[in-house]
């Protein structure tokens, strides 16, 4: 089960507001290979996609994408505001480990597998 705090909803209600006649949309979530670390997060806010898992909370939705649904389980969605980062983040038990910026982790069961070098080539 993935969560979503009540200030990652209230943010991307406000978020959704400010989009004039999007209220499809949501903030649509995905991994693919990449980032420092391995995985890294896709995070947009968009309307679903076909075959994506919808979670709603007080009104905020959040579209999974289908293949990236082993990745995010248990994971919990919240917001977080800071003096020189704000925005959506994630915690994430299938993390053995995460990147400083917090957008890449390396998945657990695949540690060593992962060289960001081959990304360069």
Known sequence: MITITDSAAKELKNIIKKQNNQQ??????SVS???CAGMQYIMQVEPAQENDQIIEHNGAKVFLSADSLD???GCEIYYE???TDSGFKIRNPNAARSCGCGTS???VGEEGSYDPAEDCK
Request: no cysteine; hydrophobic share 40%; glycine share 22%.
């Open 33 to 35: 290979k990449g980032g």
């Open 24 to 29: 499809n949309n949501g903030l649509r979530l």
């Open 71 to 73: 990745y995010l389980k």
């Open 81 to 83: 505001f800071g003096l």
């Open 105 to 107: 982790f390396e998945a």
